[in-house]
Nanobody, 115 residues
Framework: QVQFVESGGGLAQPGGSLRLSCAASRIMFRVFGMGWYRQAPGQQRELVAAITSAESTNIVDSVKGRFTISRDNDKNTVYLQMNSLKPEDTAVYYC?????????WGQGTQVTVSS
């Protein structure tokens, strides 16, 4: 079964930056579109950034201009660079394929934006 391991989260001040990484295994990584998703307390999980196998990207409006998604197929890793962080970015961040593979969610990585 495909496995995703997210890392890089933590506590950041408003206006700060974090870079998330997600290592994928048991998957032919390079042929899949990938996505970064987040789930805030009491909210549904949402897709915030996606990257196709051809490396075209799509970012949701709420984080556009602040978040950048990229991938390294040699490392089976997808990244999320988050700049100008806001308190409303606080959430657990997950990666998965896009659309997501059922029952393949990792533990996620907690991002907390607070002064």
């Amino acid at each position: 079964q495909v496995q995703f391991v997210e890392s890089g989260g933590g506590l950041a001040q408003p206006g700060g930056s974090l870079r998330l990484s997600c290592a994928a295994s048991r998957i032919m990584f390079r042929v899949f579109g990938m996505g970064w998703y987040r789930q805030a307390p009491g909210q549904q999980r949402e897709l915030v950034a996606a990257i196709t196998s051809a490396e075209s990207t799509n970012i949701v409006d709420s984080v556009k201009g602040r978040f950048t998604i990229s991938r390294d197929n040699d490392k089976n890793t997808v990244y999320l660079q988050m700049n100008s962080l806001k308190p409303e970015d606080t959430a657990v961040y997950y990666c998965n394929t896009n659309p997501p593979a059922r029952d393949s969610w990792g533990q996620g990585t907690q991002v907390t934006v607070s002064s």
